[in-house]
């Protein structure tokens, strides 16, 4: 019997997309505002999701407070209130994107919930634009 659990988080960063090898006309018609020069920010809104068994002895199936201060410690110290381009170094290389973003998540918080078990990070760039990503 698998059971998912959710912890949501929250953080605000900044980014601007472009693609570097590219002109400033062919990441406008790409990026359109998210390549303005100056930044910009957004609210993120973060689902962390576990799925798995139930511990018989605990009847958990991750524990909320260890997993809250993975998600502390993993993403939002590193990410809150950060410029993602310039402070974040994996982004030195990757375009921060709602998907690059969570996929970066994803491997932040994965080494550190146990291989039994699934992990999905749903991240919400906007209150309606958001991705999934589950590796
Ligand atoms: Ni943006």
């Keep these: 019997m698998k059971v ?3 912890r949501k988080a929250h953080f605000n960063a900044a980014h ?3 693609h570097k090898d590219w002109d400033n006309k062919k990441n406008n018609e790409v990026f359109g505002k998210c390549n303005n020069p100056n930044y910009h920010g957004h609210n993120y809104e973060l689902i962390v999701s576990v799925t798995g068994e139930i511990d018989k002895n605990t009847g958990f199936v991750v524990d909320m407070k260890i997993l809250k201060d993975l998600i502390k410690s993993k993403v939002e110290d590193a990410l809150d209130h950060k410029n993602l381009n310039v402070e974040v170094p994996e982004f030195e290389k990757l375009i921060p994107t709602a998907e690059n973003i969570s996929v ?3 491997n932040k918080l994965r080494p550190h919930i146990d291989s039994s ?3 999905e990070v749903m991240l919400y760039e906007t209150p309606r634009n958001f991705v999934t990503y589950s590796g």
């Design 4 to 6: 998912k659990v959710s």
């Design 104 to 106: 970066v998540i994803y």
């Design 16 to 18: 601007r997309l472009y």
């Design 117 to 119: 078990k699934d992990l």
